[in-house]
Protein backbone atom coordinates (compact mmCIF):
# COMPACT_ATOMS: atom_id res chain seq x y z
CA UNK A 1 0.00 0.00 0.00
CA UNK A 2 1.36 3.50 -0.70
CA UNK A 3 -1.60 6.14 0.96
CA UNK A 4 -1.86 9.12 -0.41
CA UNK A 5 -2.34 10.33 3.81
CA UNK A 6 -2.10 7.40 6.81
CA UNK A 7 -5.83 5.61 6.03
CA UNK A 8 -7.30 3.10 9.11
CA UNK A 9 -7.79 0.30 7.18
CA UNK A 10 -11.20 -1.48 7.08
CA UNK A 11 -10.89 -4.56 8.91
CA UNK A 12 -9.19 -7.77 7.59
CA UNK A 13 -10.37 -11.05 9.27
CA UNK A 14 -9.57 -14.63 8.60
CA UNK A 15 -12.46 -16.57 7.00
CA UNK A 16 -13.21 -18.71 10.06
CA UNK A 17 -14.15 -15.82 12.14
CA UNK A 18 -17.41 -17.09 13.67
CA UNK A 19 -20.80 -14.55 13.72
CA UNK A 20 -22.73 -15.18 16.83
CA UNK A 21 -26.71 -15.10 16.48
CA UNK A 22 -28.02 -11.64 17.38
CA UNK A 23 -29.76 -11.76 21.31
CA UNK A 24 -33.55 -12.34 20.80
CA UNK A 25 -33.98 -8.60 22.05
CA UNK A 26 -31.86 -7.36 18.91
CA UNK A 27 -34.36 -9.53 16.55
CA UNK A 28 -37.28 -7.51 14.90
CA UNK A 29 -40.35 -8.40 16.06
CA UNK A 30 -41.58 -8.45 13.27
CA UNK A 31 -39.04 -10.28 11.40
CA UNK A 32 -39.46 -13.11 14.66
CA UNK A 33 -43.30 -13.72 13.84
CA UNK A 34 -42.93 -14.34 10.15
CA UNK A 35 -43.23 -17.46 9.02
CA UNK A 36 -40.33 -19.56 6.87
CA UNK A 37 -39.74 -18.67 3.82
CA UNK A 38 -38.31 -20.26 0.66
CA UNK A 39 -35.27 -19.86 -0.11
CA UNK A 40 -34.48 -18.41 -3.41
CA UNK A 41 -31.71 -19.93 -5.75
CA UNK A 42 -31.05 -17.60 -8.95
CA UNK A 43 -28.71 -17.75 -11.67
CA UNK A 44 -28.04 -14.77 -14.18
CA UNK A 45 -25.13 -16.09 -17.29
CA UNK A 46 -24.29 -13.88 -19.72
CA UNK A 47 -22.02 -14.60 -23.06
CA UNK A 48 -20.47 -11.82 -25.03
CA UNK A 49 -19.26 -12.02 -28.12
CA UNK A 50 -17.05 -9.74 -30.73
CA UNK A 51 -17.97 -8.94 -34.27
CA UNK A 52 -14.93 -8.26 -36.14
CA UNK A 53 -16.94 -6.85 -39.22
CA UNK A 54 -18.74 -4.28 -37.48
CA UNK A 55 -16.09 -4.06 -34.32
CA UNK A 56 -18.66 -4.72 -31.65
CA UNK A 57 -20.05 -6.14 -28.87
CA UNK A 58 -23.25 -8.40 -28.45
CA UNK A 59 -24.58 -9.97 -25.88
CA UNK A 60 -24.58 -13.76 -27.84
CA UNK A 61 -26.74 -15.25 -25.36
CA UNK A 62 -28.38 -15.55 -21.60
CA UNK A 63 -30.05 -17.11 -19.37
CA UNK A 64 -31.88 -15.17 -16.39
CA UNK A 65 -33.73 -16.75 -13.65
CA UNK A 66 -36.20 -14.33 -11.45
CA UNK A 67 -35.52 -12.04 -10.01
CA UNK A 68 -32.68 -11.51 -11.70
CA UNK A 69 -33.06 -9.18 -14.78
CA UNK A 70 -30.38 -8.24 -17.78
CA UNK A 71 -31.72 -5.22 -19.25
CA UNK A 72 -31.20 -5.51 -23.03
CA UNK A 73 -27.77 -4.27 -24.29
CA UNK A 74 -26.97 -0.93 -25.75
CA UNK A 75 -24.86 -0.22 -27.99
CA UNK A 76 -22.05 2.22 -26.41
CA UNK A 77 -19.71 4.80 -29.08
CA UNK A 78 -16.91 2.93 -28.20
CA UNK A 79 -17.93 -0.52 -30.15
CA UNK A 80 -18.80 -2.03 -26.61
CA UNK A 81 -21.77 -3.40 -25.13
CA UNK A 82 -23.73 -1.70 -22.33
CA UNK A 83 -25.72 -3.99 -20.01
CA UNK A 84 -27.41 -2.84 -16.67
CA UNK A 85 -28.13 -5.58 -13.90
CA UNK A 86 -31.25 -5.36 -12.02
CA UNK A 87 -33.16 -7.32 -9.52
CA UNK A 88 -36.65 -7.04 -9.64
CA UNK A 89 -37.60 -7.98 -6.69
CA UNK A 90 -35.83 -4.24 -4.96
CA UNK A 91 -33.29 -6.16 -3.13
CA UNK A 92 -31.68 -9.30 -1.85
CA UNK A 93 -33.49 -10.91 1.19
CA UNK A 94 -32.42 -13.59 3.88
CA UNK A 95 -31.58 -17.22 3.02
CA UNK A 96 -31.12 -15.64 -0.85
CA UNK A 97 -28.41 -17.33 -2.92
CA UNK A 98 -27.63 -15.14 -6.45
CA UNK A 99 -25.00 -16.65 -8.81
CA UNK A 100 -24.13 -13.93 -11.86
CA UNK A 101 -21.45 -15.76 -14.25
CA UNK A 102 -20.13 -13.43 -17.17
CA UNK A 103 -18.21 -14.74 -20.08
CA UNK A 104 -16.55 -12.36 -22.61
CA UNK A 105 -15.12 -13.78 -25.32
CA UNK A 106 -11.47 -12.28 -26.96
CA UNK A 107 -11.87 -8.76 -27.96
CA UNK A 108 -15.05 -8.32 -26.11
CA UNK A 109 -15.60 -4.87 -24.68
CA UNK A 110 -18.31 -4.95 -22.20
CA UNK A 111 -19.66 -2.18 -19.28
CA UNK A 112 -21.86 -3.55 -16.63
CA UNK A 113 -23.48 -1.50 -14.62
CA UNK A 114 -26.80 -1.40 -11.96
CA UNK A 115 -30.08 -0.05 -12.46
CA UNK A 116 -29.59 1.17 -8.67
CA UNK A 117 -28.71 0.16 -5.69
CA UNK A 118 -27.85 -3.45 -4.55
CA UNK A 119 -30.25 -3.98 -1.00
CA UNK A 120 -29.88 -5.80 1.63
CA UNK A 121 -32.95 -6.41 3.53
CA UNK A 122 -32.95 -7.60 6.91
CA UNK A 123 -33.12 -11.57 7.27
CA UNK A 124 -35.94 -13.13 9.40
CA UNK A 125 -34.52 -14.39 12.66
CA UNK A 126 -34.03 -18.16 11.39
CA UNK A 127 -32.73 -17.67 7.79
CA UNK A 128 -29.09 -18.14 6.37
CA UNK A 129 -27.23 -15.19 5.78
CA UNK A 130 -27.74 -13.77 1.88
CA UNK A 131 -25.28 -15.01 -0.70
CA UNK A 132 -23.83 -13.57 -3.45
CA UNK A 133 -21.47 -15.50 -5.79
CA UNK A 134 -19.52 -13.83 -8.68
CA UNK A 135 -17.79 -16.06 -11.71
CA UNK A 136 -16.06 -13.96 -14.26
CA UNK A 137 -13.84 -14.45 -17.49
CA UNK A 138 -12.58 -12.32 -19.58
CA UNK A 139 -11.12 -13.79 -22.87
CA UNK A 140 -7.91 -12.59 -24.54
CA UNK A 141 -7.40 -8.68 -25.35
CA UNK A 142 -11.03 -8.11 -23.88
CA UNK A 143 -11.82 -5.51 -21.61
CA UNK A 144 -14.83 -5.43 -18.45
CA UNK A 145 -15.81 -2.46 -17.05
CA UNK A 146 -17.87 -3.24 -14.04
CA UNK A 147 -19.24 0.17 -12.67
CA UNK A 148 -22.39 -0.92 -10.23
CA UNK A 149 -24.31 1.41 -7.70
CA UNK A 150 -23.22 0.81 -3.49
CA UNK A 151 -24.26 -1.90 -1.79
CA UNK A 152 -26.70 -0.98 1.01
CA UNK A 153 -26.88 -3.16 3.68
CA UNK A 154 -29.99 -2.98 6.10
CA UNK A 155 -30.79 -3.02 9.74
CA UNK A 156 -29.87 -6.40 10.88
CA UNK A 157 -28.76 -7.57 7.61
CA UNK A 158 -26.71 -10.66 6.57
CA UNK A 159 -24.80 -10.78 3.80
CA UNK A 160 -21.74 -12.65 2.31
CA UNK A 161 -20.11 -12.07 -1.29
CA UNK A 162 -17.50 -14.24 -3.38
CA UNK A 163 -15.76 -12.81 -6.33
CA UNK A 164 -13.69 -14.74 -8.41
CA UNK A 165 -11.91 -12.74 -12.04
CA UNK A 166 -10.09 -14.62 -14.49
CA UNK A 167 -8.39 -12.71 -17.23
CA UNK A 168 -6.90 -14.26 -20.11
CA UNK A 169 -3.88 -12.89 -21.98
CA UNK A 170 -4.31 -9.16 -22.69
CA UNK A 171 -7.83 -8.85 -20.60
CA UNK A 172 -8.34 -5.66 -19.28
CA UNK A 173 -10.23 -5.21 -16.23
CA UNK A 174 -12.03 -2.13 -14.55
CA UNK A 175 -14.04 -2.87 -11.48
CA UNK A 176 -15.42 -1.23 -8.41
CA UNK A 177 -17.45 -2.21 -5.41
CA UNK A 178 -18.51 0.47 -3.05
CA UNK A 179 -20.42 0.21 0.79
CA UNK A 180 -22.61 2.17 2.45
CA UNK A 181 -23.20 2.34 5.88
CA UNK A 182 -26.87 1.52 5.76
CA UNK A 183 -30.04 3.38 5.14
CA UNK A 184 -28.48 6.98 6.64
CA UNK A 185 -31.62 9.04 5.93
CA UNK A 186 -33.63 6.31 8.55
CA UNK A 187 -30.96 5.89 11.41
CA UNK A 188 -29.60 2.97 10.29
CA UNK A 189 -25.67 3.47 10.39
CA UNK A 190 -23.83 0.52 10.90
CA UNK A 191 -26.36 -1.74 11.67
CA UNK A 192 -25.98 -4.25 10.06
CA UNK A 193 -25.01 -7.74 11.83
CA UNK A 194 -22.10 -9.05 9.51
CA UNK A 195 -21.14 -8.28 5.39
CA UNK A 196 -18.29 -10.77 4.36
CA UNK A 197 -16.35 -9.55 0.85
CA UNK A 198 -13.63 -12.32 -0.83
CA UNK A 199 -12.30 -10.82 -4.30
CA UNK A 200 -10.05 -13.15 -6.02
CA UNK A 201 -8.29 -11.88 -9.63
CA UNK A 202 -6.35 -14.59 -11.71
CA UNK A 203 -4.08 -13.45 -14.68
CA UNK A 204 -3.66 -16.04 -17.29
CA UNK A 205 -2.83 -18.65 -14.91
CA UNK A 206 -1.19 -16.54 -11.57
CA UNK A 207 -3.47 -15.51 -8.83
CA UNK A 208 -2.48 -11.50 -8.68
CA UNK A 209 -5.05 -10.70 -6.08
CA UNK A 210 -6.89 -12.60 -2.97
CA UNK A 211 -8.57 -10.23 -0.40
CA UNK A 212 -10.85 -10.39 2.27
CA UNK A 213 -13.19 -7.91 3.93
CA UNK A 214 -14.86 -8.65 7.50
CA UNK A 215 -17.15 -6.45 8.77
CA UNK A 216 -18.83 -6.97 12.22
CA UNK A 217 -20.08 -3.86 13.50
CA UNK A 218 -22.12 -5.87 16.53
CA UNK A 219 -19.52 -7.40 17.64
CA UNK A 220 -16.75 -4.90 16.36
CA UNK A 221 -16.63 -1.45 16.66
CA UNK A 222 -16.14 -0.25 13.12
CA UNK A 223 -15.35 3.58 14.24
CA UNK A 224 -12.23 2.25 16.23
CA UNK A 225 -8.98 3.11 14.32
CA UNK A 226 -7.97 -0.07 12.91
CA UNK A 227 -11.01 -0.13 11.01
CA UNK A 228 -13.02 2.49 9.72
CA UNK A 229 -12.70 5.25 11.85
CA UNK A 230 -14.86 8.18 11.50
CA UNK A 231 -15.17 7.07 8.15
CA UNK A 232 -18.93 5.95 6.39
CA UNK A 233 -18.22 4.81 2.85
CA UNK A 234 -15.15 1.97 2.10
CA UNK A 235 -14.50 1.57 -1.61
CA UNK A 236 -12.46 -0.56 -3.83
CA UNK A 237 -10.94 -0.40 -7.27
CA UNK A 238 -9.10 -3.12 -9.00
CA UNK A 239 -7.68 -1.88 -12.23
CA UNK A 240 -5.57 -4.70 -14.26
CA UNK A 241 -4.39 -5.22 -18.13
CA UNK A 242 -2.72 -8.53 -18.49
CA UNK A 243 0.71 -8.18 -19.85
CA UNK A 244 1.82 -4.66 -19.71
CA UNK A 245 5.13 -3.71 -17.86
CA UNK A 246 5.94 -3.01 -13.97
CA UNK A 247 7.23 0.30 -14.96
CA UNK A 248 3.65 0.88 -16.26
CA UNK A 249 2.01 0.27 -13.19
CA UNK A 250 4.43 2.61 -11.08
CA UNK A 251 3.95 5.37 -13.09
CA UNK A 252 0.03 4.82 -13.31
CA UNK A 253 0.29 4.59 -9.19
CA UNK A 254 1.68 7.93 -9.33
CA UNK A 255 -0.56 9.62 -11.33
CA UNK A 256 -3.63 7.78 -9.31
CA UNK A 257 -2.21 9.33 -6.32
CA UNK A 258 -1.59 12.75 -7.75
CA UNK A 259 -5.75 12.19 -8.75
CA UNK A 260 -6.52 11.80 -5.40
CA UNK A 261 -4.81 14.62 -3.92
CA UNK A 262 -6.51 16.93 -6.16
CA UNK A 263 -9.73 15.81 -5.77
CA UNK A 264 -12.14 18.02 -4.92
CA UNK A 265 -13.83 16.89 -1.60
CA UNK A 266 -17.14 17.45 0.24
CA UNK A 267 -16.22 15.58 3.70
CA UNK A 268 -12.71 13.50 4.61
CA UNK A 269 -11.51 11.32 2.39
CA UNK A 270 -8.24 8.76 2.32
CA UNK A 271 -7.36 6.64 -0.54
CA UNK A 272 -4.20 4.11 -1.30
CA UNK A 273 -3.08 2.76 -4.32
CA UNK A 274 -0.94 -0.91 -4.14
CA UNK A 275 0.81 -2.10 -7.25
CA UNK A 276 -0.37 -5.93 -7.56
CA UNK A 277 2.44 -8.55 -7.92
CA UNK A 278 1.77 -8.12 -11.81
CA UNK A 279 -0.62 -6.88 -14.51
CA UNK A 280 -2.86 -4.52 -12.22
CA UNK A 281 -3.25 -2.24 -9.18
CA UNK A 282 -5.70 -1.98 -6.39
CA UNK A 283 -7.18 1.50 -4.93
CA UNK A 284 -9.29 1.38 -1.61
CA UNK A 285 -10.97 4.34 -0.27
CA UNK A 286 -12.70 5.52 2.90
CA UNK A 287 -14.72 8.69 2.60
CA UNK A 288 -17.32 10.01 5.07
CA UNK A 289 -19.73 10.84 1.90
CA UNK A 290 -21.07 8.92 -0.88
CA UNK A 291 -20.78 11.30 -3.39
CA UNK A 292 -17.19 11.86 -2.61
CA UNK A 293 -16.74 7.51 -3.44
CA UNK A 294 -18.08 8.39 -6.94
CA UNK A 295 -15.65 10.94 -7.78
CA UNK A 296 -12.53 9.49 -6.40
CA UNK A 297 -13.71 6.28 -8.59
CA UNK A 298 -14.42 8.39 -11.68
CA UNK A 299 -11.68 10.12 -11.68
CA UNK A 300 -9.55 7.40 -10.55
CA UNK A 301 -11.18 5.48 -13.74
CA UNK A 302 -10.65 8.48 -16.34
CA UNK A 303 -6.86 8.60 -15.50
CA UNK A 304 -6.42 4.76 -15.78
CA UNK A 305 -8.13 4.18 -19.33
CA UNK A 306 -6.23 7.12 -20.65
CA UNK A 307 -2.85 5.23 -19.56
CA UNK A 308 -3.87 1.92 -20.31
CA UNK A 309 -5.76 2.55 -23.25
CA UNK A 310 -5.72 5.95 -24.59
CA UNK A 311 -8.83 6.36 -24.07
CA UNK A 312 -11.57 8.09 -22.29
CA UNK A 313 -14.38 6.12 -19.75
CA UNK A 314 -17.85 6.46 -21.51
CA UNK A 315 -19.96 6.80 -18.66
CA UNK A 316 -22.86 4.38 -18.25
CA UNK A 317 -26.60 5.71 -19.36
CA UNK A 318 -28.96 4.55 -16.55
CA UNK A 319 -32.21 3.19 -17.28
CA UNK A 320 -35.49 2.87 -15.29
Known amino acids: MTPVAPIPPPVKETADC???????????????????????????????????????????SSRQDPPLKAVRSFAAADGAALL???NVSGGL????????????????????????????????TAAAPTQQNNEI?????????????????????????????????GAG???????????????????????????????????????????????????????MGNYRYWAAFYVCRVGVEPAAWRSLEDRIRDAAIALPLVG??????????????????LVQHGRDAYAGLLAFWRVAKRALYGKEPVLPRKVN
Open 18 to 60: VVATPPADRAHPAAAALPPRAQVRARLHLEFTHDPASGRTRLH
Open 268 to 285: PARWGVSTLPSDGLVIRG
Open 173 to 227: LFWWEILAPGREAHGEVFQYESLELRTDVTAHTSPICSERVRLDPRHRDLSSPAR
Open 93 to 124: LGGDELSLNVNLAPSSIVQLTTTGATRIYRPR
Open 137 to 169: SVGENALLEYVPDPIIPYAGARFSQRTAIHLSP
Open 84 to 86: HLH
